[in-house]
């Protein structure tokens, strides 16, 4: 069973594991999509990414070409998150700020990071398993931790 909106546009040979949910978003072409994935509106995937099981990939997040994201990987995209607004019903959409993430070209995502919203990955960077990005990554370099630090570059 898969889950994708009409709104969803899916580039060429893009392959959907079952028990996905997608809508609002963009696929590029050949991208491979894992089980239990949910990808969000105005989400861009680029081409021929690698999206393990269990990722949530939310608004505001941008995947270039050729990247890897690992098992459970989680995007955040508020920096203060609320349930209700200040006169206590429920939060909407205008009442939160979405702060966008770059993941740039062939960068990897280790299973089990997250990563804060605003940050910037660089290109063919590698944040290491169970890490939490909570500032920009540099090009070519291998980040690990909580809070992920650079521990070496490519």
């Known amino acids: 069973m898969k889950a994708i909106a009409p709104d969803v546009v899916l580039g060429k040979d893009v392959r959907v594991a079952d028990f996905v949910n997608l809508y609002g978003c963009r696929i590029g072409d050949e991208s491979r999509i894992g089980p239990f994935v949910e990808i969000q509106k105005r989400a861009v995937v680029g081409r021929r990414c690698k999206i393990g099981s269990h990722s949530f990939i939310c608004e505001g997040v941008t995947l270039e070409d050729e990247v890897f994201v690992g098992h459970g990987v989680i995007f955040v995209n508020d920096r203060f998150p609320r349930a209700t607004t200040e006169g206590g019903a429920l939060a909407g959409d205008g009442d939160w700020t979405c702060e966008p993430t770059l993941v740039k070209r062939r960068a990897s995502i ?19 398993a169970g890490s939490v990005v909570t500032h920009d990554v540099a090009a070519r370099t291998v980040v690990a931790g909580n809070p992920a630090r650079a521990i070496r570059t490519l």
Do not use: F, R
């Open 110 to 128: 280790g299973s089990g990071a997250t990563i804060l919203c605003g940050v910037t990955i660089g290109e063919e960077a590698i944040v290491g």
